[in-house]
Protein backbone atom coordinates (compact mmCIF):
# COMPACT_ATOMS: atom_id res chain seq x y z
CA UNK A 1 0.00 0.00 0.00
CA UNK A 2 2.56 2.81 0.98
CA UNK A 3 4.62 1.29 -2.54
CA UNK A 4 1.09 2.05 -4.30
CA UNK A 5 0.25 5.63 -2.07
CA UNK A 6 4.04 6.80 -3.24
CA UNK A 7 3.84 5.59 -6.69
CA UNK A 8 0.13 7.93 -7.24
CA UNK A 9 2.34 10.97 -5.35
CA UNK A 10 5.23 10.98 -7.77
CA UNK A 11 2.93 10.87 -10.95
CA UNK A 12 0.41 13.91 -9.96
CA UNK A 13 3.49 15.67 -9.34
CA UNK A 14 4.73 14.64 -13.12
CA UNK A 15 1.31 15.39 -14.18
CA UNK A 16 1.16 19.00 -12.47
CA UNK A 17 4.64 19.77 -13.11
CA UNK A 18 4.24 21.98 -16.03
CA UNK A 19 1.76 23.79 -14.40
CA UNK A 20 3.55 24.83 -11.65
CA UNK A 21 6.34 25.77 -14.42
CA UNK A 22 3.82 27.98 -16.47
CA UNK A 23 5.12 31.57 -14.66
CA UNK A 24 8.78 31.41 -17.23
CA UNK A 25 6.35 31.22 -20.29
CA UNK A 26 3.44 34.10 -19.25
CA UNK A 27 1.37 31.47 -17.85
CA UNK A 28 -0.32 31.95 -13.98
CA UNK A 29 2.27 31.17 -11.37
CA UNK A 30 1.15 29.56 -7.26
CA UNK A 31 -0.77 26.58 -6.41
CA UNK A 32 -3.89 25.33 -8.19
CA UNK A 33 -6.99 25.26 -6.53
CA UNK A 34 -9.20 21.75 -6.78
CA UNK A 35 -12.57 23.41 -7.95
CA UNK A 36 -14.93 21.64 -10.35
CA UNK A 37 -17.55 24.46 -10.47
CA UNK A 38 -18.45 24.88 -13.68
CA UNK A 39 -19.92 28.64 -12.73
CA UNK A 40 -16.33 29.53 -11.77
CA UNK A 41 -15.41 28.36 -15.43
CA UNK A 42 -18.60 30.72 -16.56
CA UNK A 43 -17.51 33.62 -14.42
CA UNK A 44 -13.76 33.82 -15.62
CA UNK A 45 -15.11 33.71 -19.03
CA UNK A 46 -17.41 36.45 -18.85
CA UNK A 47 -15.05 38.43 -16.79
CA UNK A 48 -12.25 37.88 -19.61
CA UNK A 49 -14.62 39.01 -22.53
CA UNK A 50 -15.71 42.24 -20.65
CA UNK A 51 -11.94 43.02 -20.36
CA UNK A 52 -11.35 42.44 -24.27
CA UNK A 53 -14.44 44.38 -25.11
CA UNK A 54 -13.89 47.19 -23.33
CA UNK A 55 -9.83 47.14 -24.02
CA UNK A 56 -10.83 46.73 -27.82
CA UNK A 57 -8.89 45.21 -30.53
CA UNK A 58 -9.88 41.95 -29.96
CA UNK A 59 -13.35 41.63 -31.44
CA UNK A 60 -12.73 38.36 -33.59
CA UNK A 61 -11.04 36.61 -30.98
CA UNK A 62 -12.72 33.98 -28.26
CA UNK A 63 -12.61 32.63 -24.81
CA UNK A 64 -13.69 29.56 -23.84
CA UNK A 65 -12.52 28.26 -19.71
CA UNK A 66 -12.68 24.41 -18.83
CA UNK A 67 -11.06 23.71 -15.22
CA UNK A 68 -9.47 26.70 -15.53
CA UNK A 69 -7.50 26.19 -17.89
CA UNK A 70 -8.56 29.98 -20.51
CA UNK A 71 -8.33 28.96 -24.60
CA UNK A 72 -8.25 31.77 -26.64
CA UNK A 73 -8.62 31.54 -30.22
CA UNK A 74 -9.22 34.10 -33.47
CA UNK A 75 -7.12 36.41 -34.54
CA UNK A 76 -5.66 39.98 -34.15
CA UNK A 77 -4.04 42.68 -36.08
CA UNK A 78 -0.56 43.12 -34.78
CA UNK A 79 1.79 40.76 -33.08
CA UNK A 80 2.36 42.22 -29.65
CA UNK A 81 -1.51 42.50 -29.36
CA UNK A 82 -1.25 38.10 -29.32
CA UNK A 83 1.76 39.12 -26.33
CA UNK A 84 -0.60 41.58 -24.26
CA UNK A 85 -3.42 39.24 -24.49
CA UNK A 86 -1.52 36.73 -22.49
CA UNK A 87 -0.24 38.61 -20.19
CA UNK A 88 -3.57 40.12 -19.30
CA UNK A 89 -5.24 36.75 -19.18
CA UNK A 90 -2.38 35.19 -16.65
CA UNK A 91 -3.71 38.22 -13.82
CA UNK A 92 -7.70 37.26 -13.98
CA UNK A 93 -8.25 35.21 -10.88
CA UNK A 94 -8.98 31.83 -10.89
CA UNK A 95 -7.20 30.83 -14.96
CA UNK A 96 -4.80 27.77 -14.18
CA UNK A 97 -3.63 27.92 -17.48
CA UNK A 98 -3.67 29.80 -20.92
CA UNK A 99 -3.65 28.01 -24.45
CA UNK A 100 -3.00 30.77 -26.90
CA UNK A 101 -3.87 30.16 -30.38
CA UNK A 102 -4.55 33.41 -31.25
CA UNK A 103 -2.89 34.21 -34.53
CA UNK A 104 -2.55 37.81 -36.40
CA UNK A 105 -4.71 38.26 -39.59
CA UNK A 106 -3.79 37.93 -43.01
CA UNK A 107 -6.20 40.71 -43.94
CA UNK A 108 -4.03 44.04 -45.12
CA UNK A 109 -7.18 46.79 -44.32
CA UNK A 110 -7.17 45.38 -41.18
CA UNK A 111 -3.48 45.19 -40.26
CA UNK A 112 -2.99 49.06 -41.33
CA UNK A 113 -5.74 50.05 -39.13
CA UNK A 114 -4.33 50.45 -36.03
CA UNK A 115 -1.37 52.19 -37.99
CA UNK A 116 -3.67 55.10 -39.65
CA UNK A 117 -5.18 55.52 -36.06
CA UNK A 118 -1.83 55.50 -34.39
CA UNK A 119 -0.79 58.28 -37.34
CA UNK A 120 -4.27 60.07 -36.51
CA UNK A 121 -3.40 60.45 -33.02
CA UNK A 122 -0.23 61.66 -33.37
CA UNK A 123 -1.31 64.37 -36.14
CA UNK A 124 -3.98 65.52 -33.54
CA UNK A 125 -1.36 65.58 -30.79
CA UNK A 126 0.68 67.48 -32.92
CA UNK A 127 -1.81 70.38 -34.07
CA UNK A 128 -2.33 70.81 -30.00
CA UNK A 129 1.31 71.00 -29.36
CA UNK A 130 2.14 73.27 -32.27
CA UNK A 131 1.37 76.35 -30.68
CA UNK A 132 3.06 75.89 -27.93
CA UNK A 133 6.45 75.07 -29.95
CA UNK A 134 5.93 78.04 -32.03
CA UNK A 135 6.25 80.11 -29.01
CA UNK A 136 8.98 78.44 -27.97
CA UNK A 137 10.62 79.05 -30.99
CA UNK A 138 10.16 82.50 -31.38
CA UNK A 139 11.30 82.96 -27.74
CA UNK A 140 14.65 81.50 -28.58
CA UNK A 141 15.27 83.37 -31.96
CA UNK A 142 14.25 86.31 -29.78
CA UNK A 143 17.27 85.52 -27.21
CA UNK A 144 19.22 84.40 -29.94
CA UNK A 145 19.13 87.48 -32.03
CA UNK A 146 19.66 89.83 -28.77
CA UNK A 147 22.53 88.12 -28.17
CA UNK A 148 24.26 88.49 -31.68
CA UNK A 149 22.53 92.32 -31.48
CA UNK A 150 24.62 93.00 -27.97
CA UNK A 151 27.87 91.00 -29.76
CA UNK A 152 28.26 93.12 -32.51
CA UNK A 153 28.10 96.41 -30.61
CA UNK A 154 31.64 98.46 -30.50
CA UNK A 155 31.20 99.34 -27.03
CA UNK A 156 31.97 98.41 -24.62
CA UNK A 157 34.08 95.20 -25.63
CA UNK A 158 36.41 97.13 -27.67
CA UNK A 159 37.19 98.98 -24.63
CA UNK A 160 37.22 96.04 -21.76
CA UNK A 161 39.61 93.95 -24.19
CA UNK A 162 43.30 94.70 -24.57
CA UNK A 163 42.95 94.00 -28.26
CA UNK A 164 40.42 93.31 -31.10
CA UNK A 165 41.53 89.90 -30.72
CA UNK A 166 40.39 89.52 -27.17
CA UNK A 167 37.15 91.62 -27.94
CA UNK A 168 35.98 88.38 -30.28
CA UNK A 169 36.76 86.68 -27.80
CA UNK A 170 34.52 88.41 -25.32
CA UNK A 171 31.84 88.64 -28.49
CA UNK A 172 31.53 84.26 -28.88
CA UNK A 173 31.48 83.78 -25.20
CA UNK A 174 28.59 86.22 -25.13
CA UNK A 175 27.23 84.87 -28.21
CA UNK A 176 27.53 81.47 -26.30
CA UNK A 177 25.62 82.56 -23.31
CA UNK A 178 22.57 83.68 -24.70
CA UNK A 179 22.20 80.28 -26.92
CA UNK A 180 22.36 78.57 -24.06
CA UNK A 181 20.12 80.53 -22.18
CA UNK A 182 17.75 80.07 -25.96
CA UNK A 183 17.71 76.63 -25.43
CA UNK A 184 17.25 76.26 -21.37
CA UNK A 185 14.35 78.81 -21.36
CA UNK A 186 12.53 76.90 -25.07
CA UNK A 187 12.77 73.78 -23.51
CA UNK A 188 11.37 75.19 -20.29
CA UNK A 189 8.33 76.36 -22.10
CA UNK A 190 8.08 73.05 -23.45
CA UNK A 191 8.18 70.95 -20.19
CA UNK A 192 11.24 69.52 -21.78
CA UNK A 193 14.11 70.60 -19.28
CA UNK A 194 14.99 66.85 -18.87
CA UNK A 195 16.62 66.47 -22.39
CA UNK A 196 19.18 69.58 -21.01
CA UNK A 197 21.41 67.29 -19.27
CA UNK A 198 21.30 64.88 -22.05
CA UNK A 199 22.48 67.61 -24.49
CA UNK A 200 25.03 69.61 -22.32
CA UNK A 201 26.34 65.65 -21.55
CA UNK A 202 26.28 64.83 -25.20
CA UNK A 203 28.19 68.40 -25.84
CA UNK A 204 30.55 67.79 -23.09
CA UNK A 205 32.08 64.17 -24.11
CA UNK A 206 31.85 65.56 -28.13
CA UNK A 207 34.12 68.92 -26.70
CA UNK A 208 36.67 66.43 -25.00
CA UNK A 209 36.85 63.94 -27.73
CA UNK A 210 37.56 67.13 -29.98
CA UNK A 211 40.05 68.69 -27.22
CA UNK A 212 41.92 65.88 -27.36
CA UNK A 213 42.37 65.78 -31.16
CA UNK A 214 42.84 68.69 -32.05
CA UNK A 215 45.43 69.52 -28.83
CA UNK A 216 48.33 71.39 -30.23
CA UNK A 217 45.57 73.74 -32.14
CA UNK A 218 43.67 74.39 -28.46
CA UNK A 219 47.07 75.10 -26.91
CA UNK A 220 48.21 77.26 -29.75
CA UNK A 221 44.94 79.50 -29.05
CA UNK A 222 45.33 79.85 -25.48
CA UNK A 223 48.91 81.03 -26.11
CA UNK A 224 47.82 83.64 -28.47
CA UNK A 225 45.04 85.01 -25.73
CA UNK A 226 47.92 85.12 -23.11
CA UNK A 227 50.75 86.31 -25.14
CA UNK A 228 48.16 89.07 -26.69
CA UNK A 229 47.28 90.00 -23.07
CA UNK A 230 51.03 90.06 -21.94
CA UNK A 231 52.39 91.44 -24.65
CA UNK A 232 56.22 90.41 -24.06
CA UNK A 233 57.45 92.32 -27.18
CA UNK A 234 55.55 94.71 -29.54
CA UNK A 235 56.15 95.17 -33.11
CA UNK A 236 59.63 95.73 -34.58
CA UNK A 237 61.11 94.43 -31.57
CA UNK A 238 64.43 92.59 -32.46
CA UNK A 239 63.62 89.20 -30.39
CA UNK A 240 65.38 85.71 -29.68
CA UNK A 241 63.54 82.70 -29.35
CA UNK A 242 65.21 79.64 -29.31
CA UNK A 243 68.14 80.74 -31.28
CA UNK A 244 66.05 82.40 -33.91
CA UNK A 245 66.76 86.20 -34.14
CA UNK A 246 64.59 88.63 -35.86
CA UNK A 247 62.51 91.44 -35.99
CA UNK A 248 58.81 91.52 -34.94
CA UNK A 249 56.26 91.28 -37.63
CA UNK A 250 53.19 90.55 -36.03
CA UNK A 251 51.36 88.13 -33.87
CA UNK A 252 48.44 85.66 -34.49
CA UNK A 253 46.09 83.33 -33.55
CA UNK A 254 48.27 80.51 -34.61
CA UNK A 255 52.16 81.51 -34.62
CA UNK A 256 54.53 84.79 -33.91
CA UNK A 257 56.41 85.98 -37.30
CA UNK A 258 59.59 87.51 -37.43
CA UNK A 259 61.37 88.71 -40.25
CA UNK A 260 65.13 87.80 -39.88
CA UNK A 261 68.07 90.01 -40.68
CA UNK A 262 68.16 87.93 -44.10
CA UNK A 263 64.97 89.33 -45.29
CA UNK A 264 63.31 85.59 -44.75
CA UNK A 265 59.95 85.00 -42.68
CA UNK A 266 60.03 82.89 -39.12
CA UNK A 267 56.96 81.36 -38.04
CA UNK A 268 57.27 80.17 -34.37
CA UNK A 269 53.76 78.54 -32.93
CA UNK A 270 52.48 80.41 -30.19
CA UNK A 271 52.89 77.19 -27.69
CA UNK A 272 56.64 77.53 -28.39
CA UNK A 273 56.83 81.03 -27.66
CA UNK A 274 55.10 81.43 -24.79
CA UNK A 275 56.84 78.50 -23.22
CA UNK A 276 60.19 79.39 -24.11
CA UNK A 277 62.96 82.04 -22.67
CA UNK A 278 62.24 85.12 -25.09
CA UNK A 279 65.56 87.89 -25.63
CA UNK A 280 64.23 91.21 -26.20
CA UNK A 281 67.06 93.42 -27.57
CA UNK A 282 64.55 96.24 -27.92
CA UNK A 283 62.71 97.43 -24.94
CA UNK A 284 65.39 99.01 -23.76
CA UNK A 285 67.17 102.29 -25.07
CA UNK A 286 70.40 101.30 -24.45
CA UNK A 287 72.24 98.54 -25.23
CA UNK A 288 76.04 97.15 -25.49
CA UNK A 289 77.92 96.11 -27.77
CA UNK A 290 81.46 94.37 -27.35
CA UNK A 291 84.34 92.67 -29.51
CA UNK A 292 87.47 90.88 -28.92
CA UNK A 293 91.09 92.08 -30.72
CA UNK A 294 94.14 89.91 -30.77
CA UNK A 295 97.90 91.86 -29.90
CA UNK A 296 101.07 90.32 -29.66
CA UNK A 297 102.51 88.84 -26.54
CA UNK A 298 104.90 91.34 -25.85
CA UNK A 299 102.53 94.01 -26.44
CA UNK A 300 102.17 97.03 -23.53
CA UNK A 301 98.60 95.67 -22.21
CA UNK A 302 98.07 99.03 -20.52
CA UNK A 303 98.75 101.08 -23.42
CA UNK A 304 96.71 99.04 -25.34
CA UNK A 305 93.64 99.20 -22.71
CA UNK A 306 93.50 103.12 -22.86
CA UNK A 307 93.93 103.26 -26.33
CA UNK A 308 90.83 101.43 -26.89
CA UNK A 309 88.98 103.02 -23.98
CA UNK A 310 90.20 106.55 -25.26
CA UNK A 311 89.27 105.84 -28.79
CA UNK A 312 85.84 104.35 -27.96
CA UNK A 313 84.77 107.26 -25.54
CA UNK A 314 86.04 109.66 -28.50
CA UNK A 315 83.37 108.33 -30.53
CA UNK A 316 79.91 110.42 -31.44
CA UNK A 317 77.31 107.51 -31.04
CA UNK A 318 78.73 105.84 -27.86
CA UNK A 319 77.10 106.93 -24.63
CA UNK A 320 79.17 108.14 -21.69
CA UNK A 321 76.63 106.58 -19.24
CA UNK A 322 77.09 103.08 -18.50
CA UNK A 323 80.60 104.14 -19.46
CA UNK A 324 82.65 102.01 -21.87
CA UNK A 325 84.92 98.69 -20.29
CA UNK A 326 87.90 97.10 -21.66
CA UNK A 327 90.08 94.38 -20.13
CA UNK A 328 91.80 91.20 -20.77
CA UNK A 329 89.78 88.54 -22.13
CA UNK A 330 92.15 85.76 -22.47
CA UNK A 331 95.73 84.65 -23.39
CA UNK A 332 96.47 82.34 -25.95
CA UNK A 333 99.60 80.33 -27.52
CA UNK A 334 100.50 83.48 -29.70
CA UNK A 335 97.80 85.94 -28.60
CA UNK A 336 96.45 88.19 -25.83
CA UNK A 337 92.20 89.12 -26.81
CA UNK A 338 91.33 92.37 -25.32
CA UNK A 339 87.47 92.61 -24.71
CA UNK A 340 86.17 96.30 -25.62
CA UNK A 341 82.40 97.14 -24.54
CA UNK A 342 80.59 100.32 -25.09
CA UNK A 343 76.60 101.59 -24.92
CA UNK A 344 74.52 103.00 -27.20
CA UNK A 345 71.24 104.41 -27.85
CA UNK A 346 69.76 101.72 -30.14
CA UNK A 347 66.60 103.89 -31.03
CA UNK A 348 69.15 106.21 -32.79
CA UNK A 349 71.94 104.22 -34.00
CA UNK A 350 72.38 100.83 -36.01
CA UNK A 351 73.39 98.21 -33.52
CA UNK A 352 75.85 95.98 -36.31
CA UNK A 353 76.62 99.21 -37.77
CA UNK A 354 77.69 100.92 -34.57
CA UNK A 355 79.88 97.96 -33.27
CA UNK A 356 81.16 97.53 -36.87
CA UNK A 357 82.76 101.09 -36.77
CA UNK A 358 83.89 100.65 -33.41
CA UNK A 359 85.96 98.07 -34.38
CA UNK A 360 87.48 99.98 -37.39
CA UNK A 361 88.33 102.70 -35.51
CA UNK A 362 90.11 100.59 -32.31
CA UNK A 363 92.06 98.91 -34.81
CA UNK A 364 93.23 102.02 -36.96
CA UNK A 365 94.21 103.46 -33.19
CA UNK A 366 96.34 100.11 -32.79
CA UNK A 367 97.98 100.37 -35.97
CA UNK A 368 98.71 104.00 -35.55
CA UNK A 369 100.46 103.20 -31.68
CA UNK A 370 102.26 100.35 -33.68
CA UNK A 371 100.08 97.93 -32.02
CA UNK A 372 100.61 94.43 -33.77
CA UNK A 373 97.77 91.63 -34.14
CA UNK A 374 99.96 88.63 -34.96
CA UNK A 375 98.45 85.74 -37.13
CA UNK A 376 98.70 82.28 -34.65
CA UNK A 377 102.48 81.97 -35.33
CA UNK A 378 105.49 80.69 -33.47
CA UNK A 379 108.72 82.96 -33.92
CA UNK A 380 112.22 82.01 -32.03
CA UNK A 381 113.69 85.26 -30.93
CA UNK A 382 117.48 85.30 -29.99
CA UNK A 383 117.84 87.78 -26.57
CA UNK A 384 120.15 90.23 -28.54
CA UNK A 385 116.64 90.82 -30.61
CA UNK A 386 115.12 93.80 -28.83
CA UNK A 387 111.83 95.64 -29.98
CA UNK A 388 111.84 99.24 -30.17
CA UNK A 389 108.56 100.31 -27.54
CA UNK A 390 105.34 101.28 -28.83
CA UNK A 391 104.62 104.57 -29.32
CA UNK A 392 102.45 105.87 -27.00
CA UNK A 393 100.13 108.31 -28.99
CA UNK A 394 96.97 106.76 -29.88
CA UNK A 395 95.55 108.08 -33.45
CA UNK A 396 91.76 109.27 -31.57
CA UNK A 397 88.90 109.40 -33.53
CA UNK A 398 89.19 113.13 -34.32
CA UNK A 399 91.97 111.91 -36.52
CA UNK A 400 89.90 109.51 -38.12
CA UNK A 401 86.40 110.04 -39.96
CA UNK A 402 83.87 108.39 -38.23
CA UNK A 403 80.84 106.33 -40.79
CA UNK A 404 77.05 107.98 -40.53
CA UNK A 405 75.56 104.72 -37.63
CA UNK A 406 72.55 105.86 -37.64
CA UNK A 407 69.37 104.02 -37.80
CA UNK A 408 68.78 104.83 -41.76
CA UNK A 409 70.78 101.58 -42.20
CA UNK A 410 67.89 99.70 -41.06
CA UNK A 411 65.31 101.44 -43.16
CA UNK A 412 64.59 99.26 -45.36
CA UNK A 413 63.62 96.09 -43.07
CA UNK A 414 61.39 98.98 -41.42
CA UNK A 415 59.38 99.58 -44.74
CA UNK A 416 59.17 95.72 -45.33
CA UNK A 417 57.70 95.23 -41.82
CA UNK A 418 55.32 98.17 -42.12
CA UNK A 419 54.16 97.12 -45.54
CA UNK A 420 53.03 93.44 -44.21
CA UNK A 421 51.55 95.00 -41.49
CA UNK A 422 49.08 97.24 -43.40
CA UNK A 423 48.24 94.33 -45.38
CA UNK A 424 47.66 91.65 -42.58
CA UNK A 425 46.07 94.17 -40.09
CA UNK A 426 43.01 92.51 -39.77
CA UNK A 427 44.91 89.21 -38.68
CA UNK A 428 47.46 90.87 -35.87
CA UNK A 429 47.38 90.66 -32.56
CA UNK A 430 49.82 92.80 -31.38
CA UNK A 431 48.86 96.68 -30.41
CA UNK A 432 51.51 99.60 -30.00
CA UNK A 433 49.13 101.08 -27.33
CA UNK A 434 48.30 98.06 -25.64
CA UNK A 435 49.72 97.11 -22.06
CA UNK A 436 53.29 95.92 -22.19
CA UNK A 437 54.46 92.84 -19.46
Known amino acids: MRFLAAFFLTLTIFLTGPLWAQDTNGQPSGPIAIEDDNVTDAAIAVRIRDILAEIGGYEDVTVTVNAGIVTLRGQTAQLTDIEQLGALVSRVEGVVAIRNQVVTTSDLVERLDPTIDRFR ?70 GATALLGTILGAAGIIGLAIGFAVRDTVENFIASIMLSIRQPFRPNDVIEIEGDIGKVIRLTSRATILLSFDGNHIRIPNSTVFKSRIVNFTRNAERRFQFDLGVAPNTDLTQAKTIAQHTLNGLPFVLQDPPVSVWIEAIGDSTISIRSTAWINQYESSFAQARGEAIRLVMSAFDAANISMPEPTYRLMSIMDQTEPASTAAQTPADTEVDDVTREHDASLDRIIEEERVEQADNDLLSKEGKEE
Open 121 to 190: DRWDQFLLFLPLALVALGAFLLIVFLGIFIARLRQPWDRLAPNAFIADIYRQVLRLAFLIAAIVIALDIL
